[in-house]
């Protein structure tokens, strides 16, 4: 994006690799004042991932964040070891079942719906 200025769904997949940075971490994984400084953290590949962090989840951030899109985690052709099947089948989705996920209740604990709905 930042050099062609074209999304695809290798965006999105870019994309995904900062929400999981941010939801394990706690913060984006590109920050500057600026947006240019912004733009060549993310150019220079200028990453920094906390040493706490599982291995499956650097390891999907680490391709996910991938800078050339045809080489990132999901992007790839079908067959291809970094097609969307990769991704689904990564470590970091370990016990997922895509199939029927879509069937299955947010892994949220109840305590946390008590706060929305027995508001009196």
Same mark, same amino acid.
């Given at each position: 994006?930042?050099?062609? +200025?074209?999304?695809? =769904?290798?965006?999105?997949?870019?994309?995904? @690799?900062?929400?999981?940075?941010?939801?394990?971490?706690? &913060?984006?994984?590109?920050?500057? !004042?600026?947006?240019?400084?912004?733009?060549?953290? *993310?150019?220079?590949?200028?990453?920094?991932? %906390?040493? &706490?962090?599982?291995? &499956?989840? /650097?390891? *999907? *951030?680490? #391709?996910?964040? !991938?800078?050339?899109?045809?080489? $990132?985690?999901?992007?790839?052709? =079908? @067959?291809?070891?970094?097609?969307?099947?990769?991704?689904?089948? #990564?470590?970091?989705?370990?016990?997922? +079942?895509? $199939?029927?996920? #879509? !069937?299955?209740?947010? %892994? /949220? =604990?109840? &305590? $946390?719906?008590?706060?929305?709905?027995?508001?009196?």
């Amino acid at each position: 994006m930042l050099s062609d +200025n074209v999304s695809s =769904p290798a965006s999105d997949l870019w994309a995904l @690799g900062c929400i999981i940075y941010q939801c394990r971490v706690g &913060e984006v994984p590109f920050r500057g !004042q600026f947006d240019y400084e912004v733009f060549k953290k *993310i150019s220079d590949r200028e990453l920094t991932i %906390p040493n &706490e962090l599982e291995p &499956e989840c /650097v390891d *999907i *951030i680490d #391709h996910l964040l !991938q800078p050339d899109p045809k080489l $990132r985690l999901g992007a790839g052709p =079908p @067959g291809s070891e970094n097609d969307f099947e990769a991704l689904k089948n #990564h470590a970091f989705f370990k016990g997922i +079942n895509f $199939r029927t996920l #879509h !069937q299955t209740a947010p %892994p /949220v =604990p109840a &305590e $946390r719906y008590s706060v929305y709905f027995n508001k009196k």
